[in-house]
């Protein structure tokens, strides 16, 4: 697996919305669909109702839109949100470190990581390969929890 040095993430603004939300539709589309949940407009809706600026970043690689993550500060730890990666980018190297960056300011915060993956989702082994554990399941998703680590 190369992993791919040219990427950055910057703050992401109100105007970065729906470029997000289709990458969202195409990155979900598989898992939401074998979960029987895929709906056209409402996979990107519900990224549109909660999109917040304030905690989301926008991954570029050379300069272009390649994904996005966000990670919303909560009462006991930080929810890892929308990590969503460009189809033709994943399994590059770049998530992982994005991922390790994020985690490593976790880490330095001594700050409590959570997250959801939708059951069956590949994303799941990336997230346990970070230190990520089973914290609980439904049928749609996996809860997972990482403690900081020093």
Known sequence: MPIMA??????????????VAEL???VMRADLERLGRYDEQRVRQRFRDGFGAAHTWVIEMGGEFAGCVAMRPAE???WLEHFYLNPGLQGTGIGSGVLRELLERCDS?????????????????????????????DPVDVFMVRAPTE
């Not at 959570?114 to 914290?135: C, D």
């Open 109 to 137: 915060e001594g700050v409590l990581v959570r997250l959801n993956v939708l059951q069956g989702s590949p994303a799941r082994r990336l997230y346990e390969r970070h230190g990520f554990a089973v914290e609980r399941e």
């Open 76 to 78: 006991d730890a930080h």
């Open 24 to 26: 969202r539709a195409v």
């Open 6 to 19: 040219d990427w950055d993430i910057r703050p992401a603004s109100a105007s970065d919305i729906e470029a």
